[in-house]
């Protein structure tokens, strides 16, 4: 499923839409330590945390995730927005929901 | 004094102008500020161009402390050498818990070596500059000498608590970064001060809004409160807004009050 349908289902907001956004999420990801997500985030996941700053968008990129999913009503900061738009990151925001919920809905309406 | 040109004259006599009417013991600082070393920062964040804004806001004392980094300091520091100003060497260390603590040493030979100890203890992580940024090292003239190669932006693997330990071995002083900020900060990632670590400062970005209403009134009263530009940018240096009462401008006046 993609990330735009993936949000369309869930009721989520898209954020950030780009080329990004029609990506197929394969697997769900949770971490909030960057240096972390770096080196283990699997490739076409949908990554859960709640870091929405620029740092957060570059590690998204290089470990080249489906999507960013912000949980636990996290905000996305303005330099992040830009850095996410340019490199065409979809980040969707899981309306407030906590870490696992919001990994959980992924996961169960993505069949995974 | 070696020769200078004309106009670095004219900016070594306004920034000793600027300070001339200031009580003594009043020391105008902006200690967290990062170069062209930090992916982050701005290519124009040459040394020179860091050296000759801070006189012209007229500082006193400032320290250069890019992430996880020490390697611009000795290009600074020489750059300084005769400027009427102090330049503390220093770095923005990222602990294990992604913990920013800004960490401050009284000369090179110190900074240089924890600047070593800090890079054995990154991820072996390479930079991507088109993804993190350029991290360039400078010469005094503002020449790259080369690029650092491990992404500076990682975490270490040294935890925070580990760090009074360290300061004591590298004879710097330290404190919490931002710690009013979202990420990075002691109290967005701990939530709370660890009392282990002794720290007697803190950095608060915007204190206008983290003491607003009488808010956070104890860590006032018990932490010495600093507030740098952390900039990026030179459009963010310090005004000579902040002062400390410190009984010299320099290492040893920061060390008694926070070391």
Redesign the interface.
Same mark, same amino acid.
């Given at each position: 499923m993609t990330v735009t349908e993936m949000a369309e289902k869930l009721g989520w907001e898209v954020l950030v839409e780009g080329e990004g956004a029609c990506r197929e999420i394969q697997t769900v990801y949770c971490c909030d @330590? @960057?240096?972390f997500v770096?080196?283990r985030a699997p490739a076409d996941s949908a990554w859960v945390t709640v870091?929405g $700053? /620029? $740092?957060a968008m /570059?590690v998204a @990129? @290089?470990a080249d995730v489906a999507c960013v999913v912000l949980a636990e009503g996290a905000a996305l900061d303005a330099e992040a927005a830009v850095k996410a738009k340019q490199?065409q990151i979809a980040v969707v925001s899981s309306q407030g929901l906590a870490v696992y919920p919001s990994a959980k809905a992924v996961a169960e309406v993505c069949g995974l | 004094m070696s020769q200078k040109p004309e106009w670095t004259q004219a900016l070594f006599s306004q920034a000793l102008d600027t300070r001339k009417d200031s009580p003594p013991g009043q020391v105008y600082y902006d200690l967290h500020i990062h170069s062209c070393l930090s992916p982050c920062g701005d290519n124009d964040m040459t040394v020179n161009n860091i050296l000759n804004m801070c006189l012209l806001k007229g500082l006193d004392l400032i320290a250069l402390t890019d992430h996880n980094s020490c390697k611009n300091c000795p290009a600074l520091l020489s750059a300084a050498s005769e400027a009427p100003i102090t330049v503390l060497p220093g770095m923005e260390l990222t602990t294990s818990e992604e913990v920013h603590v800004v960490c401050l040493f009284p000369a090179l030979p110190q900074a240089m070596a924890f600047d070593q100890y800090v890079h054995d203890h990154l991820p072996k992580i390479q930079n991507v500059p088109h993804i993190f940024g350029e991290q360039w090292i400078l010469d005094s003239e503002d020449e790259p000498v080369g690029q650092e190669e491990l992404l500076l932006l990682n975490a270490s693997t040294i935890s925070i608590s580990h760090l009074p330990a360290l300061m004591g071995e590298f004879e710097g002083i330290c404190w919490p970064a931002h710690i009013d900020r979202s990420s990075y900060s002691l109290l967005s990632n701990l939530g709370g001060i660890p009392p282990e670590c002794g720290f007697r400062g803190l950095e608060v970005a915007c204190p206008e809004t983290f003491f607003a209403e009488g808010r956070h009134e104890e860590l006032k009263r018990d932490y010495t409160i600093l507030t740098n530009s952390d900039a990026h940018d030179l459009g963010k240096l310090s005004e000579r807004e902040h002062w400390l009462p410190l009984s010299s401008p320099d290492f040893r006046g920061l060390a008694e009050l926070l070391g």
């Open positions: @330590l @960057l240096s770096m080196g870091m $700053n /620029a $740092n /570059a @990129l @290089l490199h | -």
